[in-house]
Protein backbone atom coordinates (compact mmCIF):
# COMPACT_ATOMS: atom_id res chain seq x y z
CA UNK A 1 0.00 0.00 0.00
CA UNK A 2 1.05 3.68 -0.18
CA UNK A 3 1.01 6.55 1.55
CA UNK A 4 3.17 9.59 3.33
CA UNK A 5 6.85 9.03 3.22
CA UNK A 6 6.50 5.87 2.08
CA UNK A 7 8.33 5.08 -0.80
CA UNK A 8 6.91 4.29 -4.25
CA UNK A 9 6.06 0.81 -4.51
CA UNK A 10 6.44 -1.59 -7.48
CA UNK A 11 3.80 -4.25 -9.54
CA UNK A 12 4.66 -6.39 -12.51
CA UNK A 13 2.11 -8.43 -14.41
CA UNK A 14 1.04 -9.80 -17.59
CA UNK A 15 -1.13 -8.62 -19.95
CA UNK A 16 -4.95 -10.06 -18.99
CA UNK A 17 -3.96 -10.13 -15.22
CA UNK A 18 -6.33 -8.02 -13.14
CA UNK A 19 -4.71 -5.93 -10.54
CA UNK A 20 -5.33 -4.44 -7.06
CA UNK A 21 -3.06 -1.32 -5.72
CA UNK A 22 -3.93 0.11 -2.05
CA UNK A 23 -3.83 3.13 -0.19
CA UNK A 24 -4.99 3.70 2.77
CA UNK A 25 -4.80 7.13 4.64
CA UNK A 26 -4.28 8.80 8.04
CA UNK A 27 -6.69 11.41 8.47
CA UNK A 28 -10.37 11.65 7.77
CA UNK A 29 -11.61 12.32 4.46
CA UNK A 30 -14.74 12.57 2.40
CA UNK A 31 -13.46 11.76 -1.39
CA UNK A 32 -10.27 9.79 -2.29
CA UNK A 33 -9.02 10.61 -5.48
CA UNK A 34 -6.66 8.65 -7.96
CA UNK A 35 -3.94 9.83 -10.33
CA UNK A 36 -2.29 8.19 -12.87
CA UNK A 37 1.06 9.28 -14.48
CA UNK A 38 2.55 8.41 -17.53
CA UNK A 39 6.19 8.58 -17.81
CA UNK A 40 7.79 12.21 -18.23
CA UNK A 41 4.02 13.46 -17.74
CA UNK A 42 2.12 15.40 -15.03
CA UNK A 43 -0.26 13.44 -13.07
CA UNK A 44 -4.27 13.47 -14.62
CA UNK A 45 -7.32 12.00 -12.44
CA UNK A 46 -8.63 9.12 -13.45
CA UNK A 47 -10.88 8.26 -10.73
CA UNK A 48 -12.81 9.87 -7.74
CA UNK A 49 -14.46 8.28 -5.20
CA UNK A 50 -16.81 10.03 -2.65
CA UNK A 51 -17.32 8.29 1.13
CA UNK A 52 -21.04 7.85 0.38
CA UNK A 53 -20.36 5.72 -2.45
CA UNK A 54 -17.73 3.02 -1.09
CA UNK A 55 -17.33 1.88 -4.89
CA UNK A 56 -17.00 3.81 -8.07
CA UNK A 57 -16.47 1.86 -11.45
CA UNK A 58 -15.12 3.67 -14.74
CA UNK A 59 -14.49 1.05 -17.32
CA UNK A 60 -12.09 -1.40 -16.40
CA UNK A 61 -11.92 0.57 -13.01
CA UNK A 62 -13.00 0.03 -9.79
CA UNK A 63 -12.04 1.81 -6.63
CA UNK A 64 -13.31 0.66 -3.09
CA UNK A 65 -13.21 3.24 -0.52
CA UNK A 66 -13.71 2.30 3.42
CA UNK A 67 -13.78 5.24 5.84
CA UNK A 68 -13.74 2.97 8.71
CA UNK A 69 -10.18 1.43 7.99
CA UNK A 70 -9.14 4.48 6.16
CA UNK A 71 -8.09 2.69 2.85
CA UNK A 72 -8.96 2.86 -0.56
CA UNK A 73 -8.49 0.75 -3.54
CA UNK A 74 -8.03 0.37 -7.15
CA UNK A 75 -8.41 -2.37 -9.36
CA UNK A 76 -7.66 -2.65 -13.15
CA UNK A 77 -9.48 -5.48 -14.23
CA UNK A 78 -8.02 -7.23 -18.02
CA UNK A 79 -4.72 -4.89 -17.73
CA UNK A 80 -3.00 -3.93 -21.19
CA UNK A 81 0.05 -2.67 -21.59
CA UNK A 82 -1.44 1.06 -21.96
CA UNK A 83 -2.11 0.88 -18.37
CA UNK A 84 1.77 0.48 -17.61
CA UNK A 85 2.33 3.80 -15.51
CA UNK A 86 2.67 5.09 -11.62
CA UNK A 87 -0.94 5.65 -9.82
CA UNK A 88 -1.03 7.61 -6.60
CA UNK A 89 -4.08 8.00 -4.46
CA UNK A 90 -4.96 11.87 -2.93
CA UNK A 91 -7.27 12.77 -0.57
CA UNK A 92 -7.81 16.29 1.14
CA UNK A 93 -7.07 15.80 4.57
CA UNK A 94 -9.72 18.74 5.68
CA UNK A 95 -7.69 20.30 8.13
CA UNK A 96 -8.80 23.54 9.87
CA UNK A 97 -6.72 26.51 7.54
CA UNK A 98 -6.42 24.27 4.44
CA UNK A 99 -8.66 24.45 1.48
CA UNK A 100 -8.59 21.86 -1.36
CA UNK A 101 -5.07 20.61 -0.13
CA UNK A 102 -4.57 17.63 -1.70
CA UNK A 103 -1.88 15.25 -0.26
CA UNK A 104 -0.48 12.52 -2.15
CA UNK A 105 0.51 8.79 -1.52
CA UNK A 106 4.60 7.88 -2.79
CA UNK A 107 2.44 6.11 -5.58
CA UNK A 108 2.53 2.68 -7.23
CA UNK A 109 4.05 1.73 -10.11
CA UNK A 110 2.18 -0.78 -12.53
CA UNK A 111 4.25 -2.38 -15.43
CA UNK A 112 2.46 -4.33 -17.97
CA UNK A 113 3.94 -6.34 -20.41
CA UNK A 114 7.84 -6.83 -20.78
CA UNK B 1 -9.75 19.55 -21.15
CA UNK B 2 -7.70 21.62 -19.29
CA UNK B 3 -4.62 23.47 -20.14
CA UNK B 4 -1.84 24.10 -18.30
CA UNK B 5 1.53 25.07 -19.02
CA UNK B 6 5.10 25.57 -17.64
CA UNK B 7 8.22 26.95 -18.96
CA UNK B 8 11.06 26.42 -19.12
CA UNK B 9 10.86 22.64 -19.35
CA UNK B 10 14.05 21.86 -18.52
CA UNK B 11 16.33 24.32 -16.46
CA UNK B 12 20.38 24.03 -15.57
CA UNK B 13 21.04 26.22 -12.63
CA UNK B 14 24.35 27.18 -10.51
CA UNK B 15 23.89 27.21 -7.01
CA UNK B 16 23.24 30.20 -4.93
CA UNK B 17 21.29 32.02 -8.57
CA UNK B 18 17.74 32.80 -8.84
CA UNK B 19 15.26 30.56 -10.64
CA UNK B 20 11.63 31.86 -12.03
CA UNK B 21 9.44 28.62 -13.01
CA UNK B 22 6.52 29.66 -15.03
CA UNK B 23 2.73 28.35 -15.08
CA UNK B 24 0.06 29.37 -17.11
CA UNK B 25 -3.60 27.88 -17.24
CA UNK B 26 -6.41 28.67 -19.59
CA UNK B 27 -9.26 27.37 -17.66
CA UNK B 28 -10.30 29.99 -15.52
CA UNK B 29 -9.55 27.98 -12.26
CA UNK B 30 -9.41 30.15 -9.20
CA UNK B 31 -6.79 27.06 -7.36
CA UNK B 32 -3.09 27.12 -8.69
CA UNK B 33 -0.36 24.76 -7.03
CA UNK B 34 3.07 24.16 -7.30
CA UNK B 35 4.69 20.82 -6.31
CA UNK B 36 7.94 18.68 -6.14
CA UNK B 37 8.75 15.21 -7.29
CA UNK B 38 11.62 13.64 -6.52
CA UNK B 39 12.45 10.09 -7.97
CA UNK B 40 10.34 7.37 -5.78
CA UNK B 41 8.39 9.51 -3.63
CA UNK B 42 5.04 11.09 -4.74
CA UNK B 43 4.02 14.80 -5.14
CA UNK B 44 4.56 17.68 -2.02
CA UNK B 45 2.94 20.96 -2.04
CA UNK B 46 5.37 23.82 -2.04
CA UNK B 47 2.78 26.80 -2.43
CA UNK B 48 -0.89 27.19 -3.29
CA UNK B 49 -3.01 30.08 -4.54
CA UNK B 50 -6.93 30.31 -4.48
CA UNK B 51 -6.85 33.49 -6.56
CA UNK B 52 -5.08 36.69 -8.28
CA UNK B 53 -2.61 38.28 -5.49
CA UNK B 54 -3.22 34.77 -3.23
CA UNK B 55 -0.27 32.95 -2.02
CA UNK B 56 -0.33 30.41 0.83
CA UNK B 57 2.39 28.01 1.99
CA UNK B 58 1.92 24.67 1.22
CA UNK B 59 3.88 21.46 3.17
CA UNK B 60 7.47 22.12 1.76
CA UNK B 61 7.72 26.29 1.39
CA UNK B 62 11.13 26.57 2.91
CA UNK B 63 13.25 28.37 0.06
CA UNK B 64 10.49 28.52 -2.64
CA UNK B 65 8.62 31.86 -2.85
CA UNK B 66 5.32 32.15 -5.25
CA UNK B 67 3.67 35.10 -7.01
CA UNK B 68 0.13 34.95 -8.15
CA UNK B 69 0.07 38.00 -10.40
CA UNK B 70 -2.90 37.02 -12.51
CA UNK B 71 -5.86 34.38 -12.74
CA UNK B 72 -3.80 32.43 -15.18
CA UNK B 73 0.03 32.53 -14.19
CA UNK B 74 1.46 31.39 -11.02
CA UNK B 75 5.64 31.52 -10.66
CA UNK B 76 7.55 29.76 -8.21
CA UNK B 77 10.81 31.32 -7.60
CA UNK B 78 13.76 30.17 -6.10
CA UNK B 79 15.82 32.93 -4.81
CA UNK B 80 18.83 31.06 -4.03
CA UNK B 81 18.82 28.08 -5.41
CA UNK B 82 20.73 25.19 -3.82
CA UNK B 83 21.63 21.74 -5.05
CA UNK B 84 18.79 20.04 -3.23
CA UNK B 85 16.24 22.11 -4.73
CA UNK B 86 16.78 19.25 -8.06
CA UNK B 87 13.68 17.83 -8.72
CA UNK B 88 11.03 17.73 -11.17
CA UNK B 89 8.44 20.47 -10.13
CA UNK B 90 4.56 20.08 -11.57
CA UNK B 91 2.32 23.12 -11.60
CA UNK B 92 -1.21 22.19 -10.97
CA UNK B 93 -4.68 23.99 -11.30
CA UNK B 94 -8.07 23.04 -9.93
CA UNK B 95 -11.77 24.15 -9.50
CA UNK B 96 -13.86 22.30 -6.53
CA UNK B 97 -16.99 22.31 -8.15
CA UNK B 98 -18.09 19.32 -6.23
CA UNK B 99 -17.58 21.07 -2.92
CA UNK B 100 -14.54 20.35 -0.55
CA UNK B 101 -12.16 17.70 -0.96
CA UNK B 102 -13.05 17.91 -4.75
CA UNK B 103 -10.99 19.66 -6.31
CA UNK B 104 -9.68 17.92 -9.36
CA UNK B 105 -6.28 19.08 -10.38
CA UNK B 106 -5.11 19.54 -13.78
CA UNK B 107 -1.64 19.34 -14.14
CA UNK B 108 1.26 20.59 -16.59
CA UNK B 109 3.96 18.91 -18.00
CA UNK B 110 6.23 19.38 -15.64
CA UNK B 111 9.60 21.64 -15.45
CA UNK B 112 12.71 19.34 -14.45
CA UNK B 113 15.73 21.65 -12.74
CA UNK B 114 19.10 20.80 -12.12
CA UNK B 115 21.15 22.77 -9.51
CA UNK B 116 24.55 22.22 -9.86
Known amino acids: SQWGEENLQALSIQEGEDVTMNCSYK?????VHWYRQDSGRGPALIILIRSNEREKRSGRLRATLDTSSQSSSLSITAAQCEDTAVYFCATDPLLSGSFNKLTFGAGTRLAVCP | EAAVTQSPRNKVAVTGGKVTLSCNQTNNHNNMYWYRQDTGHGLRLIHYSYGAGSTEKGDIPDGYKASRPSQENFSLILELATPSQTSVYFC???????????????FGPGTRLLVL
Open chain 2, 92 to 106: ASGDALGGRGQDTQY
Open chain 1, 27 to 31: TYTTV
